[in-house]
Structures are given as C-alpha cells and as structure tokens.
C-alpha cells in the first residue's frame, strides 16, 4: 500500500486505496476520483431477530452519508475566497520549491513551469473548487482540491504531487 503525505505536516492525504489515483497536468497533480460511504446506523439483524425482517436492510436512523475521501484522511472543508487562495499558493509555491531545490533540485524547473500552466486555467475556473485542510489544519501546508468534473455526482480530489512524500507500507 503506498501513502502519500504532506511534506511538511506529515498528515496522511492519499493512499493508493483511492478509486483512480492517476497524475494529471504533466505530473503536477495527483488526483483520485471519491464516492460517499454510509457510516454507523447498521442493527444487521441485531435489534429485529425476526427471519422475516432479514434483509431489509437494518435500522439506518444515525446513519451518516459521508465522502469516502474526507472520512479516511479527516480532511477538513474550509472557505478560500479568491484573493487569498491567490496568496495562499503564492506563499506556498515559494515554500515547495525551497523544499524540492533541498531535496529533489531536479524537480524545481517542472514545479515552477507546471504551476505557472496550471494556476491561471484553476483560477479561471476558481468557483468549481472545493477546499480542504488535513487533520493539522496548518494554514501553510498543502491545500486538497476538489472538483465536480462533467456529470459525477462526488468530486475528483486534486494533489500538488510535489507537496507530498510518498510511504510505502
């Protein structure tokens, strides 16, 4: 199993575990596709013993519908306005790339080119984005993406692949 963390908070973001993990934007992004899962509310036939009441499905009151994505990595949804996602990735692309020129300078010149593609055609399409925080809910670590992408129902979650280590388990 391999896990890939936040170089700087070392929160847990992403697992192979996820539906789909691919790289898109030469490299730049890892993304995985998410589904909601329904959490707690199972009696499986505990409460009603009764033969013909199996297989009706159980008690679902407390049950809770949640993103399979958010649940597993404790992410938490935060509000960005524009201007200060704009800020934000400023400051943080600044701090990555001093991290890659200390641990992988052969990264730095695709970081820096890939993310001078991809901001502008994010920003332009800014209001489409969902954002989250993990568990640490540092300010000035690694921000996860999310996207509703054509007629999905749950959201393509989206990594600076750079911004996370990878663990192999």
């Known amino acids: 199993m391999i896990v890939w963390k936040d170089v700087f908070t070392k ?4 697992s192979d575990g996820m539906k789909n993990v691919r790289e898109l934007e030469n490299g730049l992004l890892l993304a995985c596709d998410s589904y909601n899962v329904t959490l707690g509310g ?10 013909e009441a199996m297989g009706a499905g159980g ?3 407390g049950a809770e519908s949640v993103n399979v994505v958010v649940d597993a990595f404790k992410l938490q949804n935060i ?5 200060d996602f704009q800020v934000y990735i400023k400051k943080y692309s ?3 790339k ?11 010149a695709a970081f820096m080119e890939g993310m001078k593609e991809w901001v502008p055609k994010m920003l332009k399409e ?3 984005y969902e954002f989250y925080m993990g568990p640490s809910c540092d300010p000035d670590a690694l ?17 600076l692949k750079d911004g996370l280590a990878e663990e192999k388990f």
Not at 11 to 14: A, T
Not at 149 to 157: L, M, V
């Open 11 to 14: 929160d847990e973001l992403l």
């Open 42 to 51: 199972g009696d499986y036939g505990i409460a009603n013993n009764d033969e």
């Open 59 to 61: 008690d679902t009151a």
């Open 79 to 83: 509000q960005l306005p524009r201007k």
């Open 94 to 96: 600044k701090r990555l």
């Open 98 to 108: 001093e991290y890659l020129e200390n641990e992988n300078p052969s990264r730095v």
């Open 126 to 128: 800014f209001d489409e």
């Open 143 to 159: 921000l996860v993406l999310a996207k509703y992408e054509g007629e999905s129902h749950y959201p393509t979650f989206l990594y």
